[in-house]
C-alpha cells in the first residue's frame, strides 16, 4: 500500500513535468513566432461609382472626379473624351453643352470650362434675372442672341428652378422682347398671344423664315 510520503513524492514530480511541458511550450510558441511571416495588412481604396452631372451638384467636384476617373484615362480621342463627359450629363447641362461646341471638334478642356461658367456662377438671384431680361439682340445673329439668353435661363433654373420652371413660355417673351427689329419683334409678340402652344424652336424657326423672306424681298426691290 502507497504510503502518504510516497503520494506526495509522486505529486511532486508530477507537478515538475508539468512546469517543464509548459516551458517547452512556450519555448516553441515564440521560436515559432520568430520565424513566421509576418502579416500584411493592404487597403485599397475602390473608385467612387462616377454619377451623372445635374444642377444641384458641385461642378468643380464632378468635373475633377470625372478628369481622374479610370475610364476617362483609357480613352484616347478628344472626341471619344467629350462624348463620355456628355453621357454623364443629365439634361440641362447636356443642353448647356449642345448649344456652344462643335461636339467633334471640341476639346475636353473647353468642355470643362463652359461647364464651370454655367454652374459656378457665383452671381445673386437677382443679377443674373437682372441680366436675362436686359439682354437684347443687339449685333448679334438670331442664332447668336437664342443661345445667349437659353443660357442664362439655364443658370436661373439652377438658381430658381421653381420660378423658371416652364422655359417655353420664359423663352418665348424674352426673345421677342429683345429682337432688334421692330416689325419682327411686333410680328414675334403678335404669335405668342395666338400660338400659346407654340414651342420655342418653332417660334425661332419662324423669325429665321421672316428675316430670310425679307432680305429675299430687299433684294428683289433693289433689283427691280
Not at 21 to 42: N, W
Not at 162 to 179: H, N, Q, S
Not at 214 to 219: A, G, K, L, P, Q
Amino acid at each position: 500500500m502507497t504510503t502518504v510520503n510516497e503520494l506526495t513524492d509522486i505529486v511532486k514530480e508530477l507537478e515538475q513535468r508539468l512546469r517543464e511541458a509548459t516551458e517547452l511550450i512556450g519555448e516553441q510558441r515564440k521560436s515559432a513566432l520568430a520565424t513566421a511571416a509576418p502579416t500584411v495588412v493592404v487597403h485599397t481604396n475602390k473608385e467612387r461609382k462616377l454619377m451623372k452631372y445635374s444642377e444641384k451638384d458641385d461642378i468643380d467636384d464632378w468635373c475633377d472626379s470625372i478628369k481622374g476617373h479610370s475610364a476617362m484615362k483609357t480613352l484616347s480621342t478628344e472626341l471619344d473624351r467629350v462624348s463620355f463627359i456628355m453621357d454623364y450629363l443629365t439634361e440641362n447641362p447636356k443642353r448647356t453643352l449642345k448649344v456652344q461646341i462643335d461636339k467633334k471638334k471640341a476639346t475636353t478642356k473647353e468642355v470643362f470650362e463652359i461647364l464651370k461658367d454655367a454652374y459656378s456662377n457665383k452671381k445673386s438671384l437677382f443679377q443674373l434675372q437682372t441680366d436675362f431680361f436686359k439682354t437684347d439682340q443687339g449685333d448679334c445673329t438670331i442664332q447668336e442672341y437664342s443661345h445667349t439668353i437659353m443660357k442664362q435661363l439655364l443658370i436661373l433654373q439652377k438658381k430658381d428652378p421653381v420660378t423658371y420652371r416652364d422655359a417655353d413660355m420664359v423663352m418665348k417673351d424674352r426673345f421677342a422682347e429683345g429682337l432688334q427689329s421692330t416689325s419682327l419683334k411686333h410680328e414675334m409678340k403678335s404669335i405668342n398671344r395666338e400660338q400659346i402652344e407654340l414651342k420655342f424652336h418653332e417660334l425661332l424657326h419662324l423669325a429665321e423664315s421672316w428675316v430670310k423672306d425679307n432680305e429675299i424681298s430687299n433684294t428683289n426691290s433693289e433689283s427691280s
